[in-house]
């Protein structure tokens, strides 16, 4: 197990629970649920048993009736791959009969543990109960909320227990038919007609970096990467050249940057890109697990690169143990110790420079006669005092030995081939590091008709010291397109530059967060009206500001004359005072 174990549990061909990093107690919790989850679908409703049901509680049923709703429950989706009616939709076809008609048909077990096939099933739905259970049971049901538990009897108590689980049941079964629903769909696309503003594929220091700056900058990124992989998921050992961090593992790199990638608005999907189709646009991403595409504008590329590995025994295991592929990054940890490193290219050299600072001796081991790298560091090697070189030879297997009680394995030694005599021959070391090459995560991109690197193929071809790519609207950030450095702080910063790339682009485009955009012109539209009906409901009535000396020039004047008015005529006729005062009524 690399680094940080991540669990994973599957339920009839999905997948249950996932967590990484656990106790005996969680591991033994999730595999109990899984257990007892296993067991109530562990039912099968056979032609048989629904056909004499109907022929006592609906005998209007004919033959082909009856068959038809067993193949509509064999042919649900919960019943993938199934030709009979089993399981969740078994035992859903069950509960919806018995709310018709007040009891279900008799389920028998699919699988009977210590039994062959030939063994006689068992009935497993409720059995008949007696006379008096049938009385103490109708008399639970009449008010079960209030019902005193206490005094109730045993046959009471079942049947309150079944009741309840059979509530728990029919919550359950709801929600997985939600869920089947809309399986197929993936949680961005929910409710949304706009395309993506933008989508970013990896899930690496890359593709994180770009996913905080396209949230701060309101795009509302889209990240599609599988929950496990990546180079710095996969380091065991401490990460101690990124700044900012220390004495943390990679995962805990990947997890923090996560975690404030979420919290300014990124969505996460867990699947793998299998192709990208640029013959349109919005562009459109198609994942593993639906046919649907995801639309997008702009995408950044961030899968990155991975590290060519020899596939011998002992590689894969001891991986985090002393077994790597980056000397930058883990050689320190070996200062004063002896490391074999594999590889006859530009990469193996300056690994092999960059350990002989550190470690005691270096052996670099060749498969042919002479180095493909350049001849000035192929002579820095040959040179150098502390430097081994084993020509034509291959290394067969990677030994290892456990250091501590928790079981933990080291590399202990190296076997040694030599692909001319066939001589073998075991060296000890403490580390063995593997530099022969890497290979980028571009497949999907094969029918994308995007340029690549001729000088590295697989990487990307970047234009104009960006991150932009031959296709206008596709950004490509971290190793995928840096075959030189490879490094989590390089690619952190190739993923904001993408970002930013990709912000001024679709500003450029006009495009953007449609999506936003028409709730904000929406909520204009809202309050524009809000403003204009308030308006005109404060014409229509009295301001009782313009009485306490904040009246207009014209007001005054009309106050004036009133007064006036009065001055001529102590006496006015009873009508006009009655018109004065119903205006001050109506002004009130």
């Known amino acids: ?124 739905t409720e059995q008949q109960p007696s006379s008096s259970s049938k009385r103490s049971k109708s008399k639970a049901n009449n008010d079960p909320k209030t019902a005193n538990l206490s005094l109730a009897t045993m046959e009471e108590l079942q049947a309150e227990i079944e009741r309840r689980m059979d509530e728990l049941r029919d919550a359950e079964a709801d929600a997985e038919d939600d869920e089947d629903e809309n399986e197929d769909l993936h949680a961005f696309q929910r409710g949304s007609p706009f395309p993506q503003p933008v989508t970013i594929i990896g899930g690496g220091p890359a593709g994180l970096s770009a996913a905080i700056y396209a949230a701060r900058s309101g795009l509302s990124p889209v990240v599609i990467a599988p929950p496990m992989g990546g180079q710095l998921l996969g380091k065991g050992v401490d990460v101690e050249n990124y700044p900012g961090m220390f004495n943390v593992t990679g995962p805990e790199v990947v997890s923090s940057m996560r975690a404030q990638a979420i919290e300014f608005g990124t969505t996460f999907e867990a699947d793998i890109v299998t192709r990208v189709d640029t013959s349109s646009r919005p562009f459109r991403v198609y994942v593993n697990e639906t046919d649907e595409p995801i639309e997008t504008h702009a995408i950044i590329v961030a899968t990155g690169a991975e590290s060519n590995w020899l596939g011998i025994p002992g590689e894969y295991e001891l991986r985090g143990g002393g077994v790597s592929s980056c000397a930058i990054c883990d050689g320190s940890i070996y200062k004063g110790k002896d490391v074999v490193i594999v590889g006859g290219g530009d990469a193996a050299m300056e690994d092999a420079l960059v350990l002989a600072r550190t470690s005691s001796s270096v052996t670099l081991v060749h498969r042919r006669k002479e180095f493909r790298a350049s001849k000035i560091l192929a002579q820095r090697v040959m040179e150098h005092p502390l430097i081994t070189i084993r020509w034509d030879t291959i290394v067969t297997e990677i030994v290892g030995e456990s250091i501590d009680d928790d079981d933990k394995r080291v590399v202990k030694s190296a076997v040694l081939s030599n692909v001319v005599t066939g001589e073998m021959d075991t060296i000890p070391t403490d580390a063995v590091f593997v530099a022969i090459g890497h290979t980028p995560a571009t497949q999907f991109l094969n029918n994308a008709n995007v340029q690549y690197n001729e000088a590295h193929p697989g990487y990307l071809m970047t234009y104009e010291g960006s991150t932009k790519t031959s296709i206008p609207g596709i950004f490509a950030a971290g190793d995928v397109s840096d075959a030189i450095y490879r490094q989590a702080i390089t690619s952190a910063g190739s993923g904001a530059a993408a970002a ?49 000396g904040g009246a207009n020039a014209t007001t005054k004047a009309r106050r004036k004359d009133k007064a006036k008015n009065k001055d001529k005529s102590t006496a006015p006729p009873q009508e006009e005072v009655m018109v004065e005062e119903d205006e001050s009524v109506l002004e009130l």
């Open 500 to 548: 930013l790339d990709a912000e001024r682009w679709l500003s450029e485009e006009g495009l953007g967060n449609e999506a936003a955009e028409m709730e904000a012109e929406l909520m204009a539209e809202l309050m524009s009206e809000s403003h204009a009906h308030e308006k005109s409901a404060a014409d229509a009535h009295y301001n009782v500001y313009e009485d306490a």
């Open 1 to 124: 197990v690399r680094s940080i174990p991540t669990f994973v549990f599957f339920h009839n061909g999905k997948k249950f629970q996932e967590f990484s990093g656990a106790g005996e107690q969680q591991l033994r919790q999730y595999t109990d649920m899984i257990i007892g989850k296993s067991k109530d679908e562990n039912v099968k409703l056979t032609l048989e048993s629904l056909t004499a049901y109907y022929a006592e509680y609906d005998a209007s049923k004919d033959a082909d009736a009856v068959q038809s709703l067993l193949n509509k429950c064999a042919g649900s989706k919960a019943n993938k791959n199934v030709e009979e009616c089993v399981g969740a939709s078994a035992f859903n076809l069950t509960r919806k009969l018995k709310k018709k008609y007040k009891k279900g048909p008799k389920l028998v077990p699919r699988f009977v543990p210590g039994e062959g096939a030939d063994a006689e099933p068992t009935t497993t």
